[in-house]
């Protein structure tokens, strides 16, 4: 006897041999009647069913579908293209671009999710330290063109904050960009004057 | 040797050394921001703390601060070390911004991980963070002070290890700031370190800025081929282009360093301009289509002139494999032999070098630093081979006197004494120094050549300098480094007859030679008996020579002789180019054939000491994404072909287009089996003994010294006169103009002032250049740097000697006048 074996046998211990017959019959009875009882009552119940393209249910906030590159309460761009969401991307269905734009700020240059390829599994929205890319509700986006499930920035950039409604990266970087010069960001002093030695 | 327990294992090491050192040679890494192997110990970060159990000095310590003793008992996991770390970690933290996911450090950065594995993962100090303003550095380096945990790293190694000023260090505690005294582009051409060694991201690479992280790249070992040092260096390429090149550690060459010419001198392999399609008279076609067109026309020159008209010309840029496939197609097919150099004078002083470099004489860069005494004949170090600058100042650190033996204005980052000779004089120097410096009897006892040639030498007209003399008898471990570039084979030999006699001597002499290209001791090497194409010139110009295969060469570009190689490549049949630039040769062949970098088929390379390296491809290359997208998103369409992707190695294309089977082109390099993965193993090299000592080195040469004549030489500058990294935009600014310098003795006598312009009739035509006046350069001499815009091919000759009356002061015609009409490439 291997030990699997013996194991299985010290879980279920088998009845004698002439009760069984009876308590299966009996059993099978039960659980015969108790099916048709619930489905009996159910016929006098309100359905539950919902159905699906005629009614569309409101999904919780934190539902993962669709994924959307959002933007800071000042209306820019949140993605500084930090590559953090591609490399924690277990599919490797994100690419990007970054570059620095006029006023300093690094953005994506071009940004790349290819959804025939995504897992929809949200690692992308934990890795970024923006609140840019958030997945969304939205799962209805099957399309019959493998090509057209590639989604570039304009497709995937939505012109509101998502679910984060007050973060802006920007404001707290201490980067100097057009908006914001050292020591104007969150929680910073001015500049140290380095020609003095007066704290 | 003191026997210590660190983390309950022994080991034993030599006296002196600190406890983070003996962790290491163990395996246990302890944290550090500002102790670093090439810098050493200075306790400004306070990370390395480690419980001493047993020992003088018992509790927390730094270890890097701490030497090892006799029994003492480490714990780098002790809890109360590892609180100290963690608080060390949080309070470095305090300050710093919160700009990871923006910063170019993020992926690499030493202070991320030792954050994140120290586990400070959150913020508690709520107060106002201490800021900085950033000053511009240049176009290679972003400075962001914000984020600076005063290691002191930069300071220390750009003014101890490097040696330039313009860095320093200013203010107390935490308002401690690291930056220039006014905002400017970094003097040190080994500025692009700084970011290597920053355990942060306040300094930066500016060209790479933003372009990925680390984990993106396709990085891969290399090795650098803009000068023949060959400097261990990592690539880092992504989206089919090369983004960044940084420092690999290499024990015997370039130890953790390396120069800027090699860091930011990549930009050619991803030009837009970059031949990347094989073209037939003009017209693009495909590669197989262009090489069956070159072999019927090789075929048919073959046939109507004889197999001899057909002539094959490699560089010193080339790889080895590269090399061998150009000799072998010419063994093959009963070609003219191959030919690895354009000069006759280059050929001959490397060929001359290689065969006097010995096991027993040869100085690795890292052995070089190890020199008591070093005396540089003919060679300008920061020009010629940046890295050698760099090892001499730390030499001269540890006390070595240095002494250069230059015609030219020579610069160095440390303190030396400079002879400023004419090149003629140089042998003669060496040879006066052979005959002054030292115990000329003990050498004489050893070995009868030694005695001969000691005997025979001439009474020296010029007087060795009395400080090189004293500093040369006291020395135990003298050096010789000697340039190939503007020397002759005369002061070449002399130089290693100089180092064997200082050997025989007893003492641990070493030579150094510097090279032209990265593979000049390889196209030595490839082909001893092999020509130059100044000695096939006249071949072409009669008309015996029909076809020429130029293979990564440009002898249309780079030959001294402008006007005359124009006129030789125009009577030729048939130019075949096989190169990867788009160079003035690459424009006028009749068949263009693509081919591919180091960093896309690697390649052997054999350094200027014989270290055979070799490295494979970074990344496959074909033209990047960033130009085939325009900038935005790379195509939707899926391809077979990678855009560009044509091109392969020359030394394959090569022996596609060859008419015969070339035989064993795979061949060529075995390395014994017990290399040196990480830096390569010196090739074997002949017994060169019966070569020293050669006694017509012993007799004058006799050409100094004739006030009518001049000497211009074509040099090589750190920037904007090599091949390949003269083409990088981010070195286009610190490239040395170009001008001409004189002593000013002689502008005096034509009379010139500083900003003149001076019209040289040379051998190839005429010149005018800008005239800078420096005192510190030998008499009778021009030199001119090998800039792309300074018709340095009209020259002649990259050395030639040219009458007084040849120079006069040009008026400056319009507003541009310097820069010829059509400036070569």
């Not at chain 1, 293209?81 to 994506?108: F, H, K, T, W």
């Not at chain 2, 700084?194 to 290399?222: E, M, N």
């Not at chain 2, 002879?419 to 003990?442: F, H, K, M, N, Y």
């Not at chain 2, 290359?621 to 939707?636: A, C, D, E, K």
Request: with cysteine; glycine share 8%; hydrophobic share 35%.
């Amino acid at each position: 006897m291997n030990p699997d074996e013996r194991h299985y046998r010290k879980l279920k211990p088998v009845p004698p041999q002439r009760f069984r017959t009876i308590s299966e019959i009996g059993e099978a009875l039960n659980a015969l009647g108790q099916g048709f009882v619930t489905t009996f009552r159910h016929l006098f119940r309100k359905p539950i069913t919902e159905e699906y393209p005629e009614y569309k249910r409101t999904l919780p906030e934190r539902s993962r579908a669709r994924i959307v590159l959002t933007r800071d309460p000042d209306g820019n761009e949140r993605c500084v293209a930090c590559y953090l969401c591609s490399a924690a991307c277990p599919v490797s269905c994100i690419s990007m671009q970054s570059a620095e734009d006029d006023n300093g700020r690094r953005y994506a240059r071009w940004f790349r999710i290819n959804f025939g390829r995504c897992i929809y599994c949200g690692l992308c929205e934990e890795a970024c330290p923006t609140s840019a890319i958030q997945l969304t509700p939205q799962f209805e986006h099957v399309k019959r063109e493998i090509l057209s499930m590639v989604y570039e920035k304009e497709d995937l950039l939505v012109d509101h904050s998502g679910k984060d409604k007050t973060y802006n990266f920007y404001r707290w970087a201490g980067i100097r960009t057009g908006d914001r010069d050292k020591g104007e960001h969150e929680r910073e002093d001015k500049p140290v004057n380095v020609r003095s030695n007066m704290p | 040797m003191p026997t210590l327990t660190i983390d309950n294992r022994r080991i034993e090491v030599p006296e002196g050394t600190k406890v983070i050192e003996a962790a290491e040679a163990l395996g246990i890494m302890i944290p550090r921001f500002c102790y670093h192997r090439a810098l050493g110990s200075v306790g400004a970060c306070r990370v390395c703390a480690v419980k001493i159990v047993d020992g003088t000095r018992k509790g927390v310590q730094m270890s890097c601060m701490l030497d090892v003793e006799e029994g003492m008992v480490v714990s780098t996991d002790d809890p109360e070390a590892v609180a100290m770390r963690r608080h060390v970690i949080e309070w470095l933290m305090l300050h710093h911004p919160h700009d990871c996911p923006v910063c170019d450090e993020g992926g690499h950065c030493l202070l991320q991980d030792m954050t994140v594995s120290g586990g400070h993962g959150l913020r508690r100090y709520l107060g106002n963070k201490r800021t900085h303003l950033d000053q511009y550095l240049g176009p290679r380096i972003q400075h962001e002070m914000n984020r600076c945990i005063q290691c002191y790293r930069c300071v220390r190694y750009y003014r101890e290890f490097s040696g330039y000023r313009d860095l320093g260090v200013t203010g107390i505690g935490n308002r401690v700031y690291f930056g220039r005294e006014r905002e400017g582009t970094l003097e040190n051409p080994f500025s692009g370190n700084l970011i290597d060694i920053c355990p942060t991201g306040v300094f930066t690479d500016k060209p790479a800025r933003y372009f990925g992280r680390r984990w993106d790249l396709q990085r891969g070992p290399s090795v650098c081929i803009h000068c023949s040092l060959g400097c261990s260096v990592t690539v880092g390429a992504r989206y089919r282009e090369v983004a960044r090149v940084e420092a690999r550690y290499a024990k015997a060459v370039n130890g953790h360093f390396i120069c800027d010419r090699g860091r930011w001198g990549f930009p050619y392999t991803n030009e837009a301009s970059r031949p990347r399609a094989a073209r037939v008279d003009g017209e693009a076609t495909t590669v197989g289509e262009a090489c069956a067109a070159a072999r019927n026309r090789l075929l048919h020159v073959a046939e109507t002139a004889g197999s001899e008209a057909v002539a094959c010309l490699g560089s010193e840029r080339a790889g080895l494999e590269t090399l061998k496939a150009v000799a072998g197609i010419c063994r093959a097919n009963g070609w003219a032999d191959p030919l690895f150099w354009l000069e006759r004078r280059a050929r001959e002083n490397v060929a001359a070098a290689v065969s006097l470099l010995g096991d027993d004489l040869v100085l690795s860069l890292r052995e070089l630093e190890a020199a008591d005494c070093v005396l540089v004949f003919g060679a300008d170090p920061l020009g010629e081979a940046p890295m050698a600058a760099l090892a001499l100042r730390q030499a001269r650190r540890q006390g070595a006197p240095v002494f250069v033996f230059d015609p030219r204005p020579v610069e160095l980052p440390l303190d030396f004494h400079h002879v400023p000779l004419a090149i003629e004089d140089l042998p003669e120097c060496i040879r006066s120094l052979v005959g002054a410096a030292g115990d000329r009897e003990t050498a004489r006892g050893a070995d009868p050549t030694v005695r001969s040639f000691t005997d025979q030498l001439a009474e020296p007209s010029v007087p060795p300098p009395p400080e090189a003399v004293a500093a040369l008898r006291t020395s135990r471990r003298p050096a010789v480094v000697c340039g190939t570039d503007v020397t002759d084979a005369a002061a070449i030999g002399l130089a290693a007859d100089f180092a064997a006699l200082m050997k025989a001597q007893g003492r641990r002499a070493g030579l150094f030679y510097l090279m032209p290209g990265a593979n000049g001791f390889g196209a030595a090497l490839a082909g001893t008996e092999a020509a130059s194409l100044e000695e096939l010139l006249p071949r072409i110009e009669g008309g015996e020579i029909r076809a020429l295969v130029a293979v990564e060469a440009d002898p249309l570009g780079l030959y001294p002789d402008r006007g005359r190689i124009e006129a030789a490549m125009r009577k030729l049949d048939l130019l075949v180019v096989l190169d990867y630039l788009d160079t003035d040769s690459a424009a006028a062949a009749d068949v263009f054939l693509p081919s591919t970098t180091v960093f896309e088929t690697g390649g052997t390379w054999i350094n200027q000491e014989g270290r055979i390296q070799i490295v494979r491809g970074a990344h496959r290359g074909g033209i990047p994404v960033s130009q085939t997208g325009g900038g935005g998103h790379p195509p939707r369409v899926f391809m077979e072909e990678v855009p560009g992707g044509q091109a392969a190695a020359s030394g394959q294309t090569l022996t596609r287009l060859s008419p015969a089977e070339v035989k064993g082109a795979s061949e060529w390099v075995r390395l014994p089996p017990d290399t040196d993965k990480q830096s390569g193993t010196r090739a074997v090299l002949p017994d060169p003994s019966a070569l020293r000592f050669a006694p017509e080195r012993t007799a004058l040469s006799g050409a100094a010294g004739d006030e009518a004549m001049l000497t211009v030489i074509a040099v090589d500058r750190t920037f904007g006169t090599e091949v390949l990294s003269s083409r990088s935009p981010w070195l286009s600014a610190e490239e040395t103009a170009p001008t001409v310098w004189m002593h000013p003795e002689e502008a005096g006598r034509v009379p010139l002032s500083d900003g003149d312009l001076l019209e040289i009739d040379a051998g190839g035509g005429s010149l005018v250049l800008p005239v800078k006046i420096v005192e510190n350069m030998a008499r009778r001499t021009l030199v001119i740097p090998r800039h792309r815009d300074a018709a340095w091919q009209r020259l002649g000759a990259t050395r030639l000697r040219i009458e007084r009356d040849c120079i006069r002061k040009a008026q400056p015609v319009g507003e541009n006048a310097p820069v010829k009409e059509s400036p070569p490439r």
